[in-house]
């Protein structure tokens, strides 16, 4: 390790190369506040050059690293290991290329998922995935995470817009997948590393698909007397052919933190409400939006909004966009799933929950795209209370249980990380596993990125607080 | 003889029991089996067929490997659902289980995207014989590696297809063709561009470059048809001649894209993916004062909203490819057999994909990717 560092330290200069335990501090958690680990170094990289030098480091002296883009999983995929070293990547926050003939951008992983967007909207293009966390997270934790957001369903998620990558494996080898285009031939090298949550190495280099901006967006909120009834009216939604944007749902208790903390305005009373948003052309959207209403009026709301324009829009996101911090707020600490379920068991799964929460007396708050069937159920619990954490760690467990029992996944876009390496077996059998680990293994012989992340078995590190993140508690971000 | 399992399970006996072999489907890109080496025994996915799954509600149908895109299409349609990538070949007969193997999308991949987009689940054979999961069976989800996606366009080489879950969507309720005529291929890729680039919503968009025709298609509300066609029109030059084709004529040229008979019957078929405006850098001559100096690169159409070239295996056109550096997959060869899989710049050999091959096919029981 010594001589490592000593060669570590001829890469970087001593200001971009953190070894002060007080420096380190900053690094030690990601968005899963509930664990802590001190690595060994932080190394800041600029360029590309530095962070290909720093891998083949690592591979030469088996050091693990761990790639950090903004550290906002939610999953403890970003969690430095204590024998390793951090490879922080927000300096490697170029554009390289903005090409708008051919409706693509070519940037560095360091970039944030919202400044995509933002170089591309004069152009009327746009970055398509948006996770709540999009103004803070580097599109090269979206690529790890293969993150989503509100529409996913219409949209896909981040692997759908990544046409192509430079990464340096964690061997040390720099490799190009693919390209330019939205067509590719032979197996789909891109659509493997996508998704692979920095068990595979470093990315570098990440094409993006630009995709135009809806013209027109048409968003309705309906308040209604209960959860079901919000179910029902989405499953009425999809079975009538439309295919909305994005399609939501928050419980009574989201709507109520919501309203204290943003004073965002929804039906007083609701039990639940949903939103619904179409985007299209907007002869397209006039065509839907009759549709909807009619929809809409037979689900029995006892109330109905239609945002009559951006201003009004942005306020029915806005409940939407803060639920998850606000219901955080209701209570000193919390833990956030993002299991999935068929949508046709939205409200057989809610039932459910809510009965798993009385019984194990913890509030659960739940805010979901409704659309694709992800849930966010929020538990609730104050650390400072014996057992409180083990209760709701416990309850977090049957609820991931009942997404695999009901057919769906443990995980929606948060991804498995650290927090639920050992549900991976109860979703995947021995063999499905095996591969996995044969493909981490082809491009990882040693494991020395990311360790210990994704598969079950490792040792579990050390246990800190739960709670919000440092930016959410700065009101900076919000999460879904 | 040829092996012809009935069930997953049945597939990974027959795998297991062979040394060497190949999934094949219906023979529809008859080049992709050819160029594996006799030794490597051929097992039909003819009786893996059926839909096992169904849930329009969900927005996912699970089929066997061996199914035909056209019944999965008819079943998908009596609910008003449909593959929004217009997988090619569906008449001819091609099984989803080689769609997915040869990384096939028709024109409709223009608008909501590839076959990549869609396929979120499979079951498949690996090279030690056992039946393996990737993906899953809902619309969203994030856990573990995307097998899914890595398996399309394997060829059959790093597994054999079993099962596989798709994601569909609800089928437009009406659609309309357009023909701008007299368009250079050079305009026609900067039109393809503009277009691409706004929010008019194209369902697809095709150029035929010796026809000098950009085709192109709305699809939606039978209601917003009318009014959408006339902001395309208005997009359009004057110097272009745009018309509205009749429905039966529309769907007839579609349907020749997605099956090809613009060739010639049994004429080689190759499939170049090229970046949205790269039919730019290769047709730089067609169409301008140049154009005698263009080589004859033979039959071609530009597809899926300009990101791939159909085209044949000419040599001229084989030339150009090796010095703008895009490789194509030869589909179909002269006869069956083109000799290889690839066509234009040779493909990169990268270690990590030595050892990926290696990792899901440790005793090379499936033909080599090269
Ligand atoms: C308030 C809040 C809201 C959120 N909302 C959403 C949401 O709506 N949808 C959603 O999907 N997620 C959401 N998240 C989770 C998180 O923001 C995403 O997972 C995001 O993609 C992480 O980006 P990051 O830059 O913070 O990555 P980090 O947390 O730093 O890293 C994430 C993973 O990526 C790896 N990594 C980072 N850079 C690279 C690289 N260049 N190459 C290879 N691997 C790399 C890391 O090793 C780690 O495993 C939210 C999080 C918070 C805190």
């Known amino acids: 390790m010594a001589s490592f560092l000593k060669q570590l330290e001829a890469l970087f200069p001593a200001d971009r190369l953190l070894v002060d335990p007080v420096h380190l501090a900053a690094y030690e958690s990601d968005g899963l506040t509930a664990y802590r680990a001190t690595p060994r170094a932080v190394a800041i990289p600029e360029t590309a050059e530095e962070v290909v030098d720093a891998v083949r480091l690592c591979a030469e002296h088996g050091v693990p690293f761990v790639a950090r883009g903004s550290g906002t999983s939610l999953s403890g995929g970003s969690l430095p290991v204590e024998e390793g070293i951090v490879i922080a990547l927000n300096r490697l926050n170029r554009i390289l290329k903005l090409d708008f003939d051919s409706h693509v951008a070519i940037v560095e992983p360091g970039v944030l998922n919202l400044q995509v967007t933002q170089a591309a909207l004069p152009h009327g293009l746009h970055f398509a995935p948006d996770p709540s966390s999009q103004q803070i997270c580097t599109i090269g934790g979206n690529v790890a995470f293969n993150s989503g957001g509100a529409h996913c369903l219409r949209h896909g998620m981040t692997s759908n817009h990544v046409l192509g990558l430079r990464a340096v494996l964690a061997t040390g080898e720099v490799v190009q997948f693919d390209g330019a285009s939205r067509e590719r031939i032979g197996p789909d090298f891109t659509g493997l590393f996508v998704g692979c949550e920095g068990l595979f190495g470093i990315a570098l280099e990440i094409t993006l698909r630009l995709t135009p901006r809806a013209e027109c967006f048409h968003t309705v909120l309906a308040g209604y007397e209960s959860l079901e009834a919000a179910g029902d009216a989405v499953a009425s939604v999809v079975a009538s052919g439309l295919l909305p944007g994005a399609m939501e749902i928050m419980d009574r208790l989201a709507i109520q933190a919501a309203e204290a903390s943003v004073k965002c305005g929804y039906p007083e009373n609701a039990e639940a409400v949903m939103i619904v948003e179409l985007e299209g052309p907007r002869e397209e959207v006039a065509a839907d939006r009759e549709k909807l209403a009619a929809l809409v009026e037979a689900s029995r709301p006892a109330e109905v909004r239609v945002a009559r324009d951006d201003a009004e829009r942005a306020a029915i996101w806005k409940g939407r966009k803060s639920a998850f911090s606000a219901v955080g707020r209701l209570s000193p600490d919390f833990i956030v799933q993002d299991g999935v379920v068929p949508r046709k068991r939205l409200g057989e799964a809610l039932r459910r929950i809510g009965a798993m929460s009385r019984e194990a007396g913890l509030r659960v708050a739940n805010v979901f795209h409704a659309g694709d069937g992800n849930l966010h159920p929020l538990i609730l619990y104050d650390g400072r209370e014996p057992g409180a954490l083990d209760r709701a760690e416990a309850l977090a467990g049957r609820i991931l249980r009942l997404c695999i029992e009901m057919g769906g996944s443990i995980t929606g876009e948060h991804g498995i990380g650290v927090e639920k390496r050992d549900y991976l077996p109860e979703q995947f059998g021995p063999d499905d596993i095996d591969v996995m680990r044969r493909i981490r293994l082809a491009f990882d012989p040693d494991e020395i990125a990311n360790r210990g992340k994704m598969f079950p078995g490792a040792e579990a590190p050390a246990l800190s607080q739960h709670g919000l993140h440092p930016l959410e508690k700065a009101g900076v971000i919000s999460r879904e | ?370």
Not at chain 2, 49 to 58: A, Q
Not at chain 2, 260 to 268: A, C, D, E, G, Q
Not at chain 2, 272 to 284: K, N, V
Request: aromatic share 8%.
């Open chain 2, 1 to 370: 003889m040829t092996l012809e399992p009935d069930s997953p399970d049945a597939l990974a006996d027959c795998i297991r029991a062979a040394p060497h072999c190949l999934a094949v489907g219906a023979g529809t890109k008859p080049n992709l089996a050819a160029t594996a080496p006799e030794k490597f025994r051929r097992v039909s996915t003819r009786r893996l067929t059926g839909i096992v799954d169904y849930e329009p509600s969900e927005f996912t149908v699970t089929v066997r490997a061996g199914t035909p895109v056209a019944e999965i299409e008819s079943v998908l349609a009596a609910e008003g659902q449909y593959l929004p990538f217009d997988p090619p070949l569906a008449r001819a007969g091609a099984t989803i289980g080689g769609t997915v193997a040869a990384g096939l999308s028709g024109s409709g991949a223009c608008r909501f995207g590839p076959i990549r987009d869609f396929l979120i689940g499979v079951r498949f054979v690996d090279g030690e014989g056992r039946l393996v999961t990737g993906g899953g069976k809902v619309v969203k989800n994030a856990a573990g590696f995307d097998l899914p996606k890595f398996l399309i366009g394997s060829l059959g080489r790093l597994g054999a297809l079993a099962e596989l879950t798709f994601k569909v969507f609800p089928k437009p309720e009406a659609s309309v063709t357009f023909a701008i005529q007299r368009m250079a291929p050079f305009n026609a890729a900067r039109l393809l561009n503009r277009i691409g680039r706004s929010s008019l919503d194209l369902d697809a968009m095709a150029c035929d470059p010796e026809g000098e025709i950009l085709w192109g298609r709305l699809a939606g509300n039978e209601s917003a048809l009318e009014k959408r066609l006339e902001r395309v029109r208005s997009e359009i030059q004057r110097e272009y001649e745009f018309t509205v084709t009749t429905p039966e004529a529309g769907a007839r040229f579609w349907e020749s894209l997605r099956e090809f008979t613009w060739l010639p019957p049994k004429s080689p078929l190759v499939k170049i993916p090229i970046p949205i405006g790269g039919g730019a850098e290769i047709e730089p001559l067609k169409g301008t004062r140049f154009d005698h100096l263009w080589p004859h690169p033979g039959p071609r159409f530009y597809d899926l909203g300009g990101n791939v070239i159909w085209a044949t295996t000419a040599s001229e056109l084989e030339k150009f490819l090796q010095i703008r550096n895009f490789t194509g997959l030869i589909l179909r060869g002269h006869g069956e057999s083109a000799h290889s899989l690839w066509f234009g710049a040779p493909r990169p050999e990268t270690a990590i994909a030595r050892a990926l091959k290696h990792a899901l096919d440790p005793h090379d029981r499936f033909p080599p990717l090269t």
